[in-house]
């Protein structure tokens, strides 16, 4: 785990999934907690080499990669969880991911393991958006809806955690479709973020962004790929296809192998986004045919 100083006690822990860590008065204020125990045990052994006590988490959306560690975390030291509403539901009921993926059934034994079911944490405090008191430190609690339906960041100074609102550039290159459960709150968020009153962007997967051009430019390459993805879409639709026939044809054009059930409902749920955007600006419409639901263009 790299940890990367971004101002005076506020610090990015960089590795596979990124964390924060807001130190004060010899306490510490943990943003996400990793995938699982093992992730949160390297946060803990940065805390303790800084001789702080952690005083509570914050989450900022029910992913399992970034909340997973949070029941060892509770489990060892009993701090408190503070999450958004929507998503700290999710997270004291972790079932609810992979149901979600699924599309409301019982999900198969392939959605049931840790990268799509972390362990059930408890959310102490549920909080909306805006200025929040946590122990010693002041926070701001910033909407960034999109990827997750309810996802937060959380800002310290002239610091904002971002979570998932923007991907790095190697993940647009290694994954191609990115993950999105509301492409038009994504699109949104991607546009809002460069100009939000911050230095520092520090995201949930790869380094720390700068105000001006390093924010702007990665937040353009997130939304020209999410934009390419709804295009994509809206081409195939010419003559009517099904859901899964719009998975596949993502898939090829974006150069994507699909090769585990998770991979395929990760992708299918941003292929259903694209579609509800499409819908929502009068360019698709769903309709059943011959006991098919299917997607055809609007004229």
């Keep these: 785990m790299r940890v990367v100083e971004l101002t005076s006690g506020v610090f990015h822990l960089q590795g596979g ?3 924060g860590l807001v130190v004060q008065d010899g306490k510490g204020l943990l943003i ?7 992730a949160a045990r390297r946060a803990l052994r940065v805390v303790e080499g800084m001789d702080v006590t952690l005083e509570a988490v914050f989450l900022t959306h029910a992913h399992a990669d970034h909340f997973g560690g949070a029941y060892l975390l509770q489990r060892r030291l009993g701090i408190p969880a503070y999450a958004p509403p929507l998503e700290a539901a999710m997270m004291e009921h972790p079932i609810m991911e992979p149901v979600f993926l699924y599309g409301g059934a019982a999900p198969i034994q392939a959605l049931r393991h840790k990268f799509t079911l972390a362990k059930p944490c408890q959310v102490d405090h549920v909080v909306g958006s805006g200025p929040l008191t946590i122990g010693p430190f002041q926070v701001d609690v910033v909407p960034l809806p999109g990827h997750a339906p309810n996802q937060v960041g959380v800002a310290v100074g002239d610091v904002l955690f971002c979570a998932d609102a923007v991907f790095p550039t190697e993940t647009l290159q290694k994954h191609k479709v990115i993950f999105c459960a509301d492409m038009d709150d994504a699109l949104e968020t991607l546009e809002r973020l460069p100009g939000m009153p911050y230095a520092h962007f520090a995201p949930g997967h790869g380094p720390t962004y700068e105000v001006g051009e390093e924010i702007a430019d990665i937040c353009r390459a997130n939304r020209e790929r999410l934009e390419a993805i709804r295009e994509e879409i809206y081409a195939a639709t010419e003559s009517p296809r099904e859901t899964g026939d719009l ?3 993502v898939a090829d054009r974006f150069d994507l192998q699909l090769t585990t059930p998770t991979a395929y409902y990760l992708t299918r749920t941003t292929v259903l986004a694209a579609l509800t ?4 600006d009068g360019k698709v419409k769903a309709i059943v045919k011959d006991n098919r639901l299917m997607w055809e263009r609007q004229t």
């Design 32 to 38: 996400d907690a990793g995938l699982d125990k093992d």
């Design 17 to 19: 999934v990124n964390m």
């Design 247 to 249: 998975v596949q044809h």
């Design 277 to 280: 955007s499409l819908e929502g």
